[in-house]
């Protein structure tokens, strides 16, 4: 494809472009669009360039960008441009996240406008809240099956309480990240609508099929997602007597790609939450974006392309504007979602490291870090100008998708591992004090995943029914360990609101006959304020978590090391009780730190002479970051005591 093409098409879209457009003062917007129409309109060439109206659709691309440009307020036009000059900023150490379900953490968008201290106490810098969209009563999948993608859910508040909030947060210095559900919309969406009613141009945003003979074709190679409750990926539609694509629930039609009025339909709407005022942009399953005949239907080529155009839009409209991708899947799939060809980030710069995420809960159950480690040193190196959302829990299950060479690489057989990590977290193994619940158990498949907070999962529930401190000790002691590592990887750590407190299992959910179904809103808790007040009470759980949380947050983020440039490494110590990696600067050679961390019930021992380890640290010069001591050292070995870990420097160094 020739430059030539594309420049000339861009001139006759700037001659047809609407007056009210033309007459604006466009200046930066044109500058970026020249700089990124190539790569824009061949990316939208390979997905629609077949098409008879393709320039029309081109046309209607470029106005949608410009009017959102136009949109778009003085004030975050400038952060924008100060991104632009500063554009690693969201690499640096000191952001730190925090997920939360509006409802569950403060009734409402108001309330949670007032409670905005408590992330500061904490040291929180940029929050997520979940979903906040229109949704049915009922069928929302927890505000993942927007009706109405341009309001917020009266339930919770309104257009207005949320530009309040944005505002409150930027003169806090925290980020706003909100969701865009790409992949489908509710069945009550308008458009489904529309739809159901006969309009044709609404029935080319989804897949309907009039009889199964698609339906059976797509479904050989589809995995279910949802096998308990909402088997298959097709709903049969009595009104239109049509088969609906459905690969979530029932109620969520899934959108169709091909079609570039979906695609333009869904930047105006990234732009339009991007203008009122969110840093971050989560978008939602994009692993399913586009549907092929004989593939699983994720992670296909063109769901890349299109998550790379949307980019090239947003580089040009909104530039300040990050993506997170929510792509749950293989360990080598994942990294692509920051884009595949290019050295930069060109896709979204953010995404779920959903391969840490499962390796550590296989760490606390076998007690070692030998699929850990095996998996993360399989894990494809990520772009520059690109960085992980560490966490440990979020809104979603626990899904054991590690790759099978890996497991068995360390030994174990990939069926009899998975079903023992499934037994260990839901309550069929003797030797754990875990209290989960399966999720998406398909009995075709053998498959199941987990549902359950991070303190009952570490089982703290267990432990104070028990009363018994030493195990109560333990599951603290794990929860803060877990929330060390997820600090120091590298990347922005993702908080779930509650686990700063050790939030246990919320079970009320049974009670709701639209959520009983559904063991993930175990945890999704209403947040517990009478119990957050006792993190003042000296010798309280609440308190022991919340300031080991927030000790490591404040150390975080005055260690240069921990930003996220590609500066870690894994470092294979014979103990396979231990994780161990270094952090070092990009610039310097000193202020590096050392990781180490024990995942067993017994004390463990680093050997300091080991050369791998003798290289960074020197001994005698050895303090740990978090506590400000230094270490016991016994023989030339460093004692990490059990559910333990240390962020390690060397002070002789430093100085
Ligand atoms: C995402 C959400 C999940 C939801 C699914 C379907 O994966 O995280 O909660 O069920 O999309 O929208
Ligand atoms: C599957 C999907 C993921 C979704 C989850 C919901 O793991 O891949 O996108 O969040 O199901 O439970």
């Excluded at 975050?76 to 640096?92: A, G, P, Q, V």
């Excluded at 908080?495 to 809103?521: I, S, V």
Aim: proline share 3%; charged share 25%.
């Amino acid at each position: 494809m020739y430059e030539q093409v594309s420049h000339s098409l861009l001139n006759e879209i700037l001659i047809k472009l609407n007056p009210e457009i033309k007459q604006q003062e466009l200046r930066h917007f044109y500058t970026r669009l020249g700089a990124n129409f190539y790569a824009i309109y061949s990316l939208f060439h390979i997905l629609y360039g077949e098409r008879k109206d393709f320039e029309y659709q081109a046309l209607r691309l470029v106005e949608t960008m410009a009017r959102q440009y136009i949109d778009r307020s003085e004030f975050l036009k400038n952060k924008d441009i100060e991104r632009e000059k500063d554009h690693n900023w969201f690499l640096n150490q000191k952001w730190v996240g925090m997920a939360l379900y509006t409802d569950g953490f403060a009734s409402n968008i108001k309330g949670l406008n007032k409670k905005l201290s408590y992330f500061q106490e904490l040291g929180i810098n940029m929050i997520h809240i979940m979903p906040i969209l229109q949704c049915p009563d009922g069928k929302s999948d927890g505000g993942y099956a927007v009706s109405d993608f341009r309001k917020v859910d009266s339930r919770i508040g309104s257009n207005e309480d949320l530009r309040d909030l944005s505002e409150s947060l930027q003169k806090r210095d925290i980020l706003l990240t909100l969701d865009v559900v790409v992949n489908h919309t509710s069945d009550e969406h308008d458009w489904a609508q529309r739809a159901r009613k006969g309009e044709k141009k609404y029935q080319d945003y989804y897949y309907l099929f009039d009889s199964r003979e698609v339906p059976d074709m797509f479904e050989e190679s589809m995995p279910e997602i949802f096998p308990e409750t909402a088997p298959g990926n097709f709903t049969w539609n009595e009104e239109m007597q049509k088969w609906v694509m459905t690969v979530f629930n029932d109620y969520q039609w899934d959108l169709k790609y091909s079609n570039p009025s979906v695609l333009i339909e869904m930047l105006d709407i990234i732009l339009h939450w991007s203008n009122q005022g969110a840093d971050i942009i989560r978008l939602d399953a994009v692993a399913f974006l586009w549907k092929k005949i004989g593939s699983t239907c994720q992670n296909e080529r063109e769901a890349h392309l299109i998550l790379q155009l949307l980019k090239d839009c947003i580089q040009v409209t909104t530039p300040g504007v990050l993506f997170i991708a929510e792509a749950i899947v293989a360990p080598v799939e994942i990294t692509k979602y920051f884009g595949e060809d290019a050295i930069n980030a060109k896709e979204c710069e953010i995404a779920y490291n959903a391969t840490l995420m499962a390796l550590l809960w296989d760490a606390v159950a076998t007690k070692n870090s030998k699929l850990l480690y095996q998996g993360l040193r399989s894990l494809p190196d990520k772009l520059e100008r690109a960085t992980w959302l560490n966490y440990i829990r979020c809104h979603d299950d626990i899904g054991l998708g590690f790759d099978d060479a890996d497991i068995h690489a360390v030994g174990y057989n990939p069926v009899e591992h998975r079903k023992f990590l499934i037994n260990y977290y839901t309550g069929n193994f003797s030797d754990s004090d875990a209290r989960g619940f399966p999720f998406g158990e398909n009995s075709k498949t053998g498959d199941a995943r987990i549902s359950g907070s991070l303190a009952s999962l570490v089982g703290l529930e267990t432990a104070l029914d028990s009363e018994d401190p030493q195990r109560i000790d333990n599951a603290v002691q794990h929860i803060i360990l877990l929330h060390s590592i997820i600090l120091s990887f590298g990347g922005i750590p993702l908080l779930y609101y509650g686990d700063e407190l050790g939030q246990l299992n919320d079970c009320t959910f049974l009670d709701d006959e639209n959520k009983a179904h559904d063991t993930r809103w175990t945890h999704r808790p209403n947040f517990d304020w009478d119990k957050a007040e006792l993190r003042h009470q000296s010798g309280t759980i609440q308190q022991k978590l919340f300031n080991a949380t927030k000790q490591m947050i404040a150390v975080r983020k005055e260690i240069p090391a921990f930003a996220d440039f590609n500066n870690r490494e894994l470092i294979h110590v014979e103990n396979t009780h231990l994780f161990v990696f270094s952090r070092f600067n990009v610039l310097q050679t000193t202020g590096g730190v050392l990781v180490v961390v024990n995942f067993d019930a017994r004390p463990q021992y680093l050997d300091l002479e080991d050369p791998n380890i003798k290289s960074i640290l020197s001994y005698g010069y050895i303090k740990d970051l978090v506590s400000g001591d230094t270490p016991s050292i016994f023989n030339g070995q460093l004692v990490i005591p059990p559910y333990h870990f240390y962020w390690l420097t060397d002070q002789q160094r430093i100085s």
